[in-house]
């Protein structure tokens, strides 16, 4: 699933490609998506990229194309479309497991456990997070979940459904609920929900390098990702994880 971002870029580069047979110059993607730089339409062609959206083209200048369109595309198109030239960023906006563009925690204000005196704790499930491919998923809460007391501590928790294998050595599988709680601090070797550029958010391994961070997969299938430490923000730490057996 993409952003608002991204949709708006793919589509924008779509139409355009139809209208005139070339694709929009990096300076009128930043324009279309009121960027300050063009280092974000790098990173949303690049997200864009490894999605299976668009194709860059070698040794061709400003040479994109569009391998597919998302999926029932339909009237949500339409209505990304009718704002592509100069789009409403001034409305609150989310991405994967429900994180926000900004800077501040989306989750429920103090989303303190709720005990249930039967079973455990109740906590949000506040959307997916991907153990893989960073992906951007548009959820709000929509359930809760039962913890045993045993997770919970001080502080605040949320849980979110893993999707992807990338930490299946880690133990944690595709379908998983990983209990996570809420900080924005993290040591090496900690598994964290990790939020690159404030759209994507990915469940990894954290690592501090000097000025870049790394996340790393369980799985060698996988890279390890190094990023710019400022790139990268944590949102929580995994605590503990649920798993359903069919």
Known sequence: MLTRKQQILLQFIHERLQEQGVPPSFEEMKQALDLKSKSGIHRLITALEERGFIRR??????????????????EKAEAVSASVIKPDFTQSRTVSGGFAEDNVMPFPKNP??????????????????????????????SHSVTVPPEMIGQGEYYALTVEGDSMIEAGIHDGDTAVIRQTSQATGGDIVVALIDDEEATLKTFRREGETIALEAANPAYAVRQLPAQRVKVQGRLVGLIRRYH
């Open 57 to 74: 083209l070698p040794n061709r200048a400003r040479a994109l194309e569009v391998i597919k369109m998302p999926e029932a595309w339909g």
């Open 112 to 141: 303190q456990p709720v005990e249930d005196e039967a079973h455990g704790f109740s906590i949000p499930v506040m959307g997916k997070i991907a153990a893989g491919v960073p992906i951007s998923a548009i959820q709000e809460n």
